[in-house]
């Protein structure tokens, strides 16, 4: 930038100064061709610069010679006797900004010459030199080379400061480095306690279902996340996010995310109203990890700085040329951000809160994980928010499609009008109000069928004998007010659906179908399809746990508790466990027993995982046989997965242990026992 001033202005002041030499060359009756050359050559600078070519180097000598030609032409008349000091001082000034030496030389040199032909000039027209004009020579010599020594320091001194700035800057870049690099090794280390402290967390709670217990294996999963947040913060710092992208049901990925929002420690009684689009394409291919992380901390910042009221979770999909745009909004009651807030956050950490008895946890970092993730997808963020009237952040990234059919659909025997009763009058927050009201018209606007909207068993009594209703959803409250009035339109022929909280039970013999909050398009659209026979209703996907019976697995770690945890985990899955606690114990335990299965660690001491898996599975083809490693790590960064693979493992599971990671590694790993065992849901 600097640079491109420089040029701007010496060019500027050139020009300038050679059209106060061409008025000056008219006036005095100097040679007539001169003039339109130093109109062309200016012309002929100033194209250079504005289209850049050549280089900024390259551009440099032509500059040079521009001036030195103007410089000697002005010199040469003997009516510029005493003006040339000055010009070539103004030159010699200007032409410093370009840091050379050698420009600055050339110009005292031109001086020099200059000086000499004005003094045979004058001596040849006069014959002699007074002792005025003398000191003035004198005087005029000891400024300009004043001057010349003036402008060799100002190079110096920028030099020195460039010099100073570029080894500050690779100082900071080299720190930055080292405590990134320092960040992703401790948040490595780190995963190995973790998967301890997760695993016997798991083991105590089947032993006791004690409250300690639960707080243990909570405080494990939050630790859990913010080293994967470590990790994935540095990774987009340093632009080394690598995507794993894989098949994902659209309605699976929602469904996890409503999930872990009824798992997490809602203590505000925030209200979370899920807009999923029934016609988004059922399938698509990205990174569901990230995605997962997308959700996680868009949804926990929500919460974090959401006082009261609620949050609006919407999900929908816009056709384009290359498949889909993802579109993900979420919209809060929150505590908002100002202008400041709203560019720091792209920046890198960005908390609402940084004293020491702030309210708000966290370390900062999801929504530039966010940012990171959205533009290695090829997609963007943007955010709107105003302090006190919450917050707007969307995200948009493509995504390939894999099966456009609608993700929801309703059945041809769907017949009848349906009620959403709800009273507007129960919400603290008007927002919270809009927000469902937004996602009942959406999903209907969807499902392509009429909704009607009603506050009280009045209004519902008028238009059951206009409408042919034969669906009701409503909320909690709508209930209770008149529990037996609608227990028996249940017992009809119409379906009533009651969203609830989990501990909400409605009146014996009633017929009233329970949906767990948050209500999303799933549940809903189920109950729609199926009446009062809708069964599993919390779930897109009917699970089954597989069983692993026969199933021999050896698990190499060089961590005993490590050991331990995975051992109880497998054997949750009936599976028979042996470990070893080195490379070396593995080949031979593999060299002199059968093992279906191996669970490989990376980083071990004398040799590593990588090594003993290629020895293994070379014993293993040369006894004829096919046997399966997974690697089993805490070595979780970007692109883990893909290196492992081609270094020959057949899976990867991620320390802590993924129960759904590690149910999908086995099913493409030993798909036979999933045959087996008939888990049809996977």
């Known amino acids: 930038m600097n640079q491109s001033k420089h040029e701007k202005f010496i060019i500027f002041f050139a020009s300038i100064a050679c059209i106060a030499l061409t008025v000056e060359s008219i006036i005095l009756g100097w040679e007539f061709w001169v003039p339109p050359v130093i109109i062309i050559a200016t012309t002929f600078i100033w194209i250079m610069n504005l289209s850049g070519r050549p280089s900024f180097e390259g551009r440099k000598p032509y500059y040079l010679v521009y001036a030195m030609m103007a410089v000697f032409y002005h010199g040469v008349h003997e009516a510029s006797f005493f003006d ?4 070539v001082s103004l030159v010699m000034l200007a032409y410093s900004f370009f840091d050379h030496y050698y420009m600055i030389n050339l110009f005292l040199v031109e001086y020099f010459i200059l ?189 974090k700085f959401t006082k009261s009221g609620g949050i609006y979770l919407r999900m929908y999909t816009e056709e384009t040329e290359y498949g889909v745009n993802l579109c993900i909004e979420m919209n809060d009651t929150g505590i908002g951000m100002d202008m400041k807030d709203l560019n720091s956050v792209s920046e890198g950490i960005y908390q609402a809160n940084k004293k020491r008895n702030r309210s708000s946890g966290g370390i900062g970092l999801g929504l530039y994980i966010v940012y990171g993730f959205a533009h290695k997808m090829g997609g963007f963020v943007k955010i ?58 959406n999903l209907a606007s969807g499902m392509h069928v009429q909704l009607y909207s009603v506050e009280t068993v009045k209004e519902i009594e008028k238009l059951r004998y206009k409408l042919d209703v034969k669906y009701i959803f409503m909320g909690e ?49 189920k109950i729609l399809n199926e009446g009062v026979d809708a069964v599993n209703i919390e779930s897109t996907e009917n699970y089954v746990k597989p069983v692993f019976k026969g199933v021999k697995a050896l698990v190499v770690d060089d961590e005993p508790m490590n050991l331990v945890v995975a051992t109880e985990l497998f054997r949750d ?104 065992g008939g888990d049809a849901a996977l």
């Open 573 to 676: 899955y009936e599976m028979n466990v042996d470990t070893a606690i080195s490379g070396q114990e593995a080949i031979l335990k593999c060299n002199d027993n059968h093992y279906d299965i191996v669970f490989m660690d990376h980083m071990m001491p004398e040799m590593d995982g990588v090594e003993a898996m290629k020895i293994i599975k070379k014993v293993a083809f040369e006894k004829g046989k096919t046997l399966p490693v997974v690697a089993l790590t805490a070595n979780a960064v970007s692109g883990a997965r893909e290196m492992f693979m081609n270094e020959g493992f057949d899976g990867f599971i991620a320390k802590p242990v993924d129960i759904s990671d590690f149910e999908r590694v086995m099913q493409k790993v030993l798909p036979k026992y999933f045959e087996k």
């Open 477 to 525: 409250e709508e209930y209770n007010a008149d529990p037996e009035y609608f227990d028996s339109l249940s017992k009809s022929d119409i379906v009533v659906a009651v969203s609830a909280e989990k501990d909400f039970k409605a009146s014996p013999g009633s017929r009233v179908i329970v949906m767990p909050k948050p209500i999303y398009a799933y549940p809903a659209i």
């Open 84 to 87: 040339i000091a000055l010009v």
């Open 115 to 303: 000086l000499g032909i004005q003094i045979h000039l004058a001596y040849k027209a006069n014959g002699s030199f007074d002792s005025l004009e003398i000191s003035r020579i004198v005087l005029h010599v000891s400024f300009v080379t004043l001057l010349y020594f003036c402008c060799r320091r100002m190079i110096r001194d920028r030099k020195e400061a460039m010099d100073s700035i570029s080894e500050r800057d690779e100082k900071i870049e080299d720190y930055e480095a080292d405590m990134e690099d320092f960040l992703s090794n401790i948040s490595h280390e780190l995963r190995t306690p973790v998967n301890v402290v997760n695993g016997m967390s798991e083991l105590l709670i089947k032993k006791s279902d004690d409250e300690e217990v639960y707080a243990i294996k909570n405080a494990g999963i939050r630790l859990a996340n913010q080293i994967e947040d470590i990790q994935d913060y540095t990774e987009c710092k340093r632009n080394k996010v690598i995507l794993e992208e894989e098949d994902y049901m659209c309605t699976s990925l929602m469904s996890d995310v409503v999930t872990n929002f009824r798992l997490s420690d809602n203590k505000k009684d925030l209200e979370l109203i899920v807009d999923l689009d029934p016609n988004a394409p059922s399938v698509m291919r990205g990174d569901i990890k990230k995605l997962h992380k997308i959700f996680r901390h868009l949804l926990e910042n929500a919460v």
């Open 384 to 441: 709107e928010s105003e302090k006190g009237s919450g917050t707007t952040v969307r995200v948009t990234v493509p995504q390939t499609v894999v099966d456009s059919k609608p993700c929801l659909a309703l059945t041809d025997k769907v017949k009848g009008d349906i009620l959403f009763h709800v009273r507007s009058d129960k919400y603290k927050t008007p927002k919270v109000r809009d927000f469902y009201r937004y996602m009942a018209t």
